[in-house]
């Protein structure tokens, strides 16, 4: 083992210093840095999230409704010693007084009682811009304490009245803290808290009104598992409906949503880097390999043992890998501070200190990358034979072992899907990137097989004549370079069709009349004046639907629970109220897609096909519909595609008749907002109880936030990209010896550097041309199965983007070609010929 050791050290410090290294030390640090800077910030997020959850959600658990808490969870909590606290809030239009300027804003009220919050402290000021104080009060009757972009926003201070529906509040404190709010980017509206016992004052809650109820307990550990076992038991039994349980396992899992995107747009740009570097780490290891035959040969001339000569590389590649590997987190955890604050708007607690996960996964990553796809080549020079010394043509490397490729690459890929962090991502990335290489490889080999018969020598330029042999005459040679340029060249472009398409779909443009204003909680006795105020505006075209609260209750006479039900989404749909509605004609946004739409036929429904494909409706089925205490069935009569995007008024069923007799109702509108002045701010005097929601203000929210996402994205690309270019720079250069060899033996027989030069970049450019189609062709389908089955959004790839793709992949190859070629043509024809004889 000494000896190996003293040899390892030895060949180690040589390579160093020939910088035989240094592409492999490149490729392994940048997919180390890439991971682990998203490991890193995943860990400390996660971290935070679980310190910070009890604060999140205001008490050790929460069970939220939409409906008042039932009496029996109130009465066990106190039965266990638990404290309690219960709020409500729902999205309501705050204004000013006449003589404060009467201006008029959507806020988020919430109403307190006495011991809120259980978790945390609510901060306030006396002034805005004042740090806030911890406090255990809550609003006194008759005052509001509220954010102070409201008091921006209205044009108000601290002690001016705040008119809230029916009644008037004065303004005592500003909320500089509010522990139970969740994430900044949920609320886009400027909170509003009272004291419950102003709200029945304000008219604010009507009979149709959705109202959202959270009702915290806090206590010991045990009192709480308790309370919180009990309570799931009595829910999951399907008697109550609208409740939920949020816990500290659980937090807020809407406070997810954005970061989890986030996380995985993250860890896709990560995972590629791994993979592209895990190319180079093959290209660059065998080229390593192959310029160390006759070092091996010669070592076993000298008495040197096949293991003795296997453990000394193995030790060499251990070394090389662990330093990589540590520099990598090294820089992988100065980049993740970059994450912190580019996505700063995102999480708003101080993040806690990372755990040495990240650290263990960057370094366990890096060694696995180098030695599943560094070392099978390398270990081949163990067996290299004495003889090659005098006969080059003996000892060549072969492929490597099957199974200790399989292990490596199985290893490698298992790594990858964990690190995903989402089963899905992983497999798509890892197994379509899997696939793309065969695929690569075959289409390529026919290729090859079909270029030498579709060049005409007797008619054809001789340096395409010379180019077209150059390739045919190393098949094997043109298949791994075409593959690893491909490969290289996929990662990027699929990088840049994600990227624009994450963009186009979540800043979806709109036309330029689609509506900027909803306004929901309109009473049946306001309908006809509102509308008129609309017209008499100059709004010519709104949507105005009634909305009606019901709860599926039966399908075809069965009722129906979450516990039917394995998805997610479908146990939400039928623990909660839907919004219904009514028209005897189909909307004019909607499209049929089954069935018909029979207008003004009673007793008959209309199913977004979305949601009847979650539940298993059909054509046929008879849906029961609990409405406000009263049961009415209907059966499905057609089915709709409903465009969420478009901004009209859109609802998951419709009755096909104008209106449902002896029910709760009240109507909704989607219209654009007239350029007058003042217009939201009168209608809110006109209409108190009406909540206006601008949706313009909200998307630029929304927009703001995704535009820090992007830039994260975008910042990770460039690890990305440079592994791109490493593969690009590997993959063309790893037939160096052979080329020089050729162009050497051409020269000697007369050729010209001029003809040599075009022989060179003909070849380049059709193998990048070659390996930018094939990538991007492959691109696309992967890109759409990551929209399709990850992001969930609408794949929206050019049909320009193969032409695209192939000429940025003879442009990247004649650039890397330059570089890594550009000294074959210089070097002298004697000094390539002596060493392709010795």
């Keep these: 083992m000494n000896a190996s050791l003293r040899l390892g050290w030895r060949t180690l410090w040589r390579d160093l210093r020939a910088g035989e290294l240094r592409l492999l030390i490149v490729a392994v640090l940048l997919a180390v840095a890439a991971l682990t800077a998203v490991g890193f910030f995943a860990d400390r997020l ?28 109130l009465e066990r909590a106190r039965a266990l010693g638990l404290q309690d606290a219960s709020t409500y809030g729902f999205p309501t239009m705050a204004r000013a007084s006449e003589e404060q300027g009467g201006a008029s804003k959507l806020v988020a009220l919430k109403a307190v009682e006495d011991g809120y919050p259980l978790r945390g402290s609510l901060q306030v000021s006396t002034e805005p811009g004042v740090p806030g104080r911890p406090t255990r009060d809550v609003p006194a009757p008759g005052e509001t304490w509220v954010d102070a972009s409201l008091l921006e926003s209205l044009a108000l201070k601290v002690g001016d009245t705040l008119l809230l529906g029916d009644a008037g509040l004065r303004i005592a404190r500003v909320i500089t803290l509010e522990p139970d709010r969740g994430a900044g980017f949920m609320s886009f509206a400027p909170r509003v808290m009272l004291n419950q016992a102003d709200v029945p004052r304000t008219g604010l809650v009507q009979p149709a009104s959705r109202v959202s109820y959270r009702f915290a307990v806090a206590g010991e550990d045990r009192a709480v598992k308790t309370f919180s076992d009990w309570a799931d038991a009595a829910i999951k039994k399907g008697e109550l409906r609208g409740l939920r349980l949020d816990s500290f396992e659980s937090g807020r899992p809407e406070m997810r949503q954005t970061l989890d995107r986030a996380e995985k747009f993250l860890n896709l740009v990560a995972l590629l880097a791994a993979l592209l570097s895990a190319v180079a780490v093959a290209l660059a290891a ?134 995903s962090s989402d089963l899905k991502l992983g497999l798509i990335a890892v197994g379509g990137f899997a696939a793309a290489v065969a695929v690569f490889a075959l289409l390529s080999w026919v290729a090859v097989l079909l270029l030498r018969r579709s060049v005409n020598e007797s008619t054809a330029p001789r340096w395409l004549v010379l180019a077209t042999r150059q390739i045919s005459a190393r098949p094997a040679y043109a298949v791994v370079q075409v593959s690893a340029l491909a490969v290289g060249l996929l990662a990027l472009i699929l990088l840049v069709l994600l990227r624009t398409d994450l963009v186009a779909s979540w800043r979806k443009a709109t036309p330029p009349d689609a509506p900027n204003r909803f306004v929901i909680n309109v009473m049946p006795d306001q309908s006809e004046s509102f509308q008129k105020t609309l017209r008499d505006n100059g709004v010519r075209k709104f949507d105005w639907y009634p909305m009606i609260r019901g709860r599926l209750v039966a399908i075809n006479g069965k009722s129906v629970s979450p516990d039917d039900y394995v998805d997610d989404r479908a146990k939400r749909l039928v623990d909660r109220e839907f919004n219904l509605s009514t028209s005897a004609e189909a909307p004019a946004h909607n499209v049929v897609t089954a069935g018909a739409w029979k207008p003004g036929a009673a007793g008959e429904l209309s199913v977004e096909e979305g949601l009847a494909e979650t539940l298993g409706m059909k054509l ?120 020089a060899r050729e162009f050497a033996v051409m020269r000697a027989v007369g050729a010209r550097g001029s003809l040599l030069r075009q022989v060179q970049r003909a070849e380049l450019v059709g193998v990048g041309l070659l390996a930018g189609f094939l990538a991007s062709i492959v691109a696309s389908l992967i890109g759409w199965g990551l929209a399709r089955f990850v992001f969930d959004f609408t794949w929206t790839a050019s049909p320009l983007v193969p032409i695209a793709g192939s000429l940025a992949g003879a442009v990247l190859a004649l650039a890397a070609g330059w570089w890594g070629l550009r000294e074959v043509l210089r070097r002298p024809v004697v000094d390539t010929l002596r060493r392709a004889a010795e």
């Design 46 to 73: 996660k971290g935070g999230l679980q310190r910070d959850a009890r604060q999140l959600l205001g008490g050790d658990a929460v069970l939220a409704s939409d409906n008042p808490t039932p009496k029996a969870f």
């Design 620 to 739: 046929g089925d008879t849906l029961r519909f609990d409405i406000g205490g009263m049961q009415n069935d209907a059966r499905i009569t057609s089915l709709r595609k409903v465009d969420w995007g478009s901004l009209h008024a859109n609802f998951f069923v419709m009755y096909t008749v104008d209106a449902l007799p002896d029910v709760p109702v009240t109507y909704m509108g989607a219209f654009r907002a007239p350029d007058v002045k003042g217009f939201d701010n009168a209608l809110v005097r006109s209409y108190p109880n009406v909540t206006n929601v601008d949706m313009s203000a909200t998307i630029g929210q929304v927009q703001r936030v995704l535009d820090q996402v992007i830039r994260a994205v975008e910042f990770l690309f460039g690890f990305t990209l440079a592994a791109g270019l490493v593969v690009l720079f590997a993959a063309v250069t790893a037939t160096r010896e052979e080329r």
């Design 286 to 419: 065998r080229g390593f390999a192959a310029s160390h035959l006759d070092d091996c040969a010669m070592l076993r001339v000298l008495g040197q043992s096949q293991r003795t000569i296997a453990q000394a590389y193995a030790f060499e590649f251990a070394a090389i890998g662990l330093f990589a590997s540590m520099l990598g987190v090294a820089i992988g955890y100065s980049v993740h501070y970059v994450f912190v604050l580019l996505l700063a708007g995102l999480v708003e607690t101080a993040l806690p200190a990372a755990t040495f996960w990240p650290v263990a996964f960057g370094l366990g990553m890096g060694l696995t990358l180098l030695f599943a796809f560094g070392l099978p080549p390398v270990l081949q020079l163990a067996q290299v034979p004495p003889l090659r010394v005098i006969r080059r043509d003996v000892g060549n490397l072969k492929p490597a072992s099957i199974a200790v490729l399989a292990l490596g690459v199985a290893g490698f890929a298992a790594l990858l899907v964990a690190a």
